[in-house]
């Protein structure tokens, strides 16, 4: 009689081993899968990031070798200027029109109060503003608009012939609408172009910018030019 209750335990224990092995050969697929799941995730979240990042280093690099070009257009005073009146300077260069209800004005204040921010060194760069409605947009119109903003903003202007090809070496696209009171309002890109001393495309910066982050990608783009040209 003594021995069943040992038998009895004896079983019990190999049955409880034996839900035990049971147990882990179940658990193990299924944390093996949890396992790769998290080992897969961040790698192909890695992988994606650098695609990422690759491609948009091919696009930012063609976009520098194929956005900006020369142009000869009038200034405030009716005084032609062309990109080498400005060759050994940098350039941030803005396209818009004066009859702009909120854009175009709060972008030039922004560039006047980034580049004040900058000190020493936005005094290297000279913000350019070009109008894309050259019917209204007359040198005297011009001249007294940026004068609004800061003395150091040059307003150019032109005839449609004369801005056509700098808005098509810019890729600038607008479109004209006029409202039922007869306003005309002009949909446009809203992009700053900061040019290199040469012209070049330095930094594309959107018009959505904070004065200080502004500052702060103009400030980068400088630095990365001053390397490049050590090199």
């Known amino acids: 009689?003594?021995?069943?209750?040992?038998?009895?335990?004896?079983?019990?224990?190999?049955?409880?081993?034996?839900?035990?092995?049971?147990?882990?050969?179940?658990?193990?697929?299924?944390?093996?899968?949890?396992?790769?799941?998290?080992?897969?995730?961040?790698?192909?979240?890695?992988?994606?990031?650098?695609?990422?990042?690759?491609?948009?280093?091919?696009?930012?690099?063609?976009?520098?070798?194929?956005?900006g070009g020369p142009y000869a257009l009038k200034d405030g005073y009716g005084h032609s200027v062309s990109q080498?009146?400005?060759?050994?300077?940098?350039?941030?260069?803005?396209?818009?029109?004066?009859?702009?209800?909120?854009?175009?004005?709060?972008?030039?204040?922004?560039?006047?109060?980034?580049?004040?921010?900058?000190?020493e060194e936005g005094r290297k760069i000279t913000p350019i503003f070009i109008t894309i409605d050259p019917e209204r947009d007359t040198a005297d119109v011009m001249r007294t608009y940026v004068a609004h903003f800061s003395p150091r903003i040059i307003g150019l202007t032109g005839t449609r012939a004369e801005l056509q090809p700098v808005m098509a070496a810019f890729r600038i696209t607008v479109q004209h609408h006029t409202d039922d009171g007869m306003k005309h309002a002009i949909?446009?890109?809203s992009i700053l172009y900061l040019m290199d001393d040469h012209n070049h495309l330095l930094k594309m910066i959107s018009s959505d910018s904070s004065a200080d982050q502004m500052a702060h990608d103009i400030e980068m783009a400088l630095e990365k030019s001053a390397k490049t040209t050590r090199q």
Not at 21 to 40: H, I, N, Q, W
Not at 96 to 111: N, S
Request: net charge positive.
């Open 84 to 119: 080498a009146d400005f060759y050994g300077r940098y350039t941030l260069i803005y396209f818009g029109y004066t009859h702009c209800a909120d854009v175009c004005p709060l972008t030039l204040g922004t560039i006047s109060s980034a580049l004040a921010k900058l000190g």
């Open 1 to 67: 009689m003594q021995g069943k209750p040992l038998l009895c335990y004896v079983l019990h224990m190999k049955e409880r081993r034996r839900d035990r092995k049971g147990s882990v050969r179940t658990a193990g697929p299924s944390a093996g899968y949890g396992l790769r799941r998290k080992l897969f995730l961040p790698a192909a979240l890695l992988v994606l990031s650098i695609g990422a990042v690759g491609v948009r280093w091919v696009m930012t690099s063609r976009l520098h070798d194929v956005i």
């Open 187 to 189: 949909d446009h890109n």
